[in-house]
């Protein structure tokens, strides 16, 4: 049964870099797209970017001149970078596997516990 | 950005009653809708995908349809660990969640 769990700091200071990490257990990182979303306190969850196992990558239009998503498959990992965080940046983030059905990437499952960042000085 | 919109916010039944969610998209997403629970303090869980089909392990009481812009998920019995909040989710154009139905039991 495939877990996975994000692991990084807990607080990033506002201008700074919050970096995540997802480890994979119980199955490979090849043939799925992985994916990283967000969910702010008190507030629904928005999709922030994915990468395949191959190292393609996209991410939310918003985001995306701020956002690096890489896989690194010899470790079963896949990670986030987000740079100059603001306070709304905070949120619990979750990391997720999705299928690829038909060249796109599918549903959600499994996801992550998540962990929570903050920003703040 | 495709706008999903769930109702009610919030929905309040008892055991073995019959719970109807309703998300709705601001265009036409044709079957490509999921709905997902979340239990408190655990991470989102596959419910249905494609609308109408269940995720592995999904107990048969929970069933979604619909398409184009109209979805349901309707729990047919409701039990007490159903208590979670429900997003549904589309990927027809980019990947948008519903800001959720908040179920108490």
């Known amino acids: 049964q495939v877990q996975l769990q994000e692991s990084g700091p807990g607080l990033v200071r506002p201008s700074e870099t919050l970096s995540l990490t997802c480890t994979v257990s119980?199955?490979?990182?090849?043939?799925?797209?992985w994916s990283w979303i967000r969910q702010p306190p008190g507030k629904g969850l928005e999709w922030i970017g994915y990468?395949?196992?191959?190292?393609?990558?996209n991410s939310i239009p918003s985001l995306k001149s701020r956002v690096t998503i890489s896989v690194d498959t010899s470790k079963n990992q896949f990670s986030l970078k987000l740079r100059s965080v603001t306070a709304a940046d905070t949120a619990v983030y979750y990391c997720?596997?999705?299928?690829?059905?038909?060249?796109?990437?599918?549903?959600?499952?499994?996801w992550g516990q998540g962990t929570l960042v903050t920003v703040s000085s | 950005e495709i706008v999903l919109t769930q109702s009610p916010a919030t929905l309040s039944l008892s055991p073995g009653e019959r719970a109807t969610l309703s998300c709705r998209a601001s265009?036409?997403?044709?079957?490509?809708l999921a709905w997902y629970q979340q239990k408190p303090g655990q991470a989102p869980r596959l419910l249905i995908y494609?609308?109408?089909n269940r995720a592995t392990g999904i107990p048969a009481r929970f069933s979604g349809s619909g398409s184009g812009t109209d979805f349901t998920l309707t729990i047919s019995s409701l039990e007490p660990e159903d208590v979670a909040v429900y997003f549904c989710?589309?990927?027809?154009?980019?990947?948008?969640f519903g800001q959720g139905t908040k179920l108490q039991i």
């Open positions: 989710q589309q990927r027809n154009n980019w990947y948008t």
């Open positions: 997720a596997r999705a299928p690829i059905i038909r060249g796109a990437m599918g549903w959600f499952d499994p």
């Open positions: 990468v395949s196992h191959t190292g393609s990558t």
């Open positions: 265009q036409s997403v044709g079957s490509y």
């Open positions: 494609d609308a109408s």
């Open positions: 119980g199955g490979s990182i090849s043939g799925y797209y």
